[in-house]
């Protein structure tokens, strides 16, 4: 039997409240997902690949037709359990992936049929595999098992195609030498005096704990970390001397000009590197989005597809899709130009293409216009053998 995750202890937070152990030939470490978080360019990384998978809607295709009334799609996308909406269901399964390497989310039965999707706080499921093979799913205190048929069970990279690896995993250096960098900064703003200096004692004889108390004192009354001090006059009695030394201004320059960490944390969860604040001279807002939907957000939509499929899909001629049109569409003008373009396809009734603009239908707006400059080939074959032979005219 295979162990694959040991329980932790939980912060009470539905999905930042798992740690994931992570092993390697040379070190181990671990990460905390809320204290990653605190990582703004982690935090902005991840709450954008969230919002997009969260804010793009699933659908079912039916012989490349989509089910509109389907009642497995309305699960997902609008209430997947009388606790979440759909769009924060997703959202949090996503999260948890991404910070974790694994998510999960218990399906709910009634019969054949599937009445609910509850997401499931990492730290509540242990994932072991038996000697035949098949996962097992122990949940909360109790170890209540649950059969993998009925576990969604989310993940990106893996090893073994059972459990996942977060991005994280790839960023442990980068994030330390980002830590320390923002601590240096941290440090330059909240140092005493506004940054280093020299005080001196003339004429006496100072052990180590009266030399730190002279420090505190001084730092108390003239420092800027008690904020009322800031700035302002320092007096010194005839027994000090106080010198300022000169701080070099390079190394902050070269803090908050270093870019490299961003755009390593970038690369890691496959976020085009302008979404993370990293000017890019090499292309265009359209192409980066298209080139992120392409490069990126396809396989972690396919991620969550192919579980959907395995475990939620009934019928062999039916597949799961999320629809991008929403991240498509970058400004309002493209927006109508695409609409126009599916109505005067062929694609969209003049109604469709009016509820997606959000405006009311009209009279006679549900059919599909064609245009008179395309015909299929048969239908154009038939009527000029029809003319042959004299059976239709012109007129």
């Not at 298209?290 to 039916?318: C, D, G, P, R, W």
Request: aromatic share 8%.
């Amino acid at each position: 039997m295979a162990f694959f995750k040991a329980r932790q202890n939980t912060t009470g937070d539905p999905f930042l409240d798992h740690v994931v152990s992570i092993q390697s030939d040379d070190y181990t470490t671990s990460f905390t997902s809320v204290r990653a978080l605190r990582n703004s360019d982690v935090f902005a990384a991840v709450r954008i690949i969230a919002s997009d998978i969260a804010s793009s809607p699933i659908q079912l295709v039916k012989n490349n037709m989509p089910q509109a009334d389907n009642e497995l799609v309305k699960l997902l996308n609008e209430k997947p359990n009388s606790e979440m909406d759909g769009w924060h269901f997703k959202f949090a399964l996503a999260v948890n992936m991404l910070l974790n390497g694994n998510s999960f989310a218990e399906i709910k039965r009634n019969g054949e049929k599937v009445e609910e999707l509850h997401l499931l706080p990492n730290s509540s499921v242990t994932v072991t595999q038996l000697d035949n093979g098949t996962l097992s799913y122990q949940i909360g205190d109790k170890k209540r098992r649950v059969k993998s048929s009925d576990i969604l069970h989310f993940k990106y990279f893996t090893q073994d195609g059972l459990t996942g690896l977060p991005p994280l995993y790839a960023l442990r250096d980068e994030l330390k030498i980002q830590q320390a960098g923002n601590r240096t900064l941290h440090n330059f703003f909240t140092r005493g005096v506004s940054g280093s200096g020299i005080l001196k004692v003339h004429k006496s004889d100072l052990d180590g704990s009266a030399k730190s108390a002279i420090r505190e004192k001084f730092e108390e009354a003239n420092g800027s970390s008690s904020g009322d001090n800031a700035l302002r006059t320092i007096i010194l009695d005839e027994t000090m001397d106080y010198k300022t030394l000169e701080i070099n201004t390079d190394v902050l320059k070269l803090i908050n000009s270093n870019d490299w960490n961003t755009k390593q944390i970038a690369k890691a969860f496959g976020v085009p590197i302008e979404r993370l604040g990293v000017e890019n001279e090499h292309s265009s807002t359209v192409q980066s989005n298209l080139q992120y939907i392409q490069s990126t957000l396809i396989h972690y939509f396919n991620v969550f597809i192919s579980e959907f499929e395995y475990k939620l899909k009934n019928k062999a001629n039916e597949q799961f899709i999320f629809s991008t049109d929403g991240l498509l569409e970058t400004d309002p003008n493209t927006r109508i130009t695409n609409i126009l373009e599916q109505v005067k396809g062929s694609i969209l009734t003049i109604n469709e293409g009016r509820s997606k603009l959000g405006l009311p239908p009209l009279d006679g707006g549900d059919r599909l216009l064609a245009s008179l400059n395309f015909t299929y080939l048969d239908t154009l074959e038939r009527y000029q053998l029809q003319k042959m032979e004299g059976t239709i005219t012109d007129e």
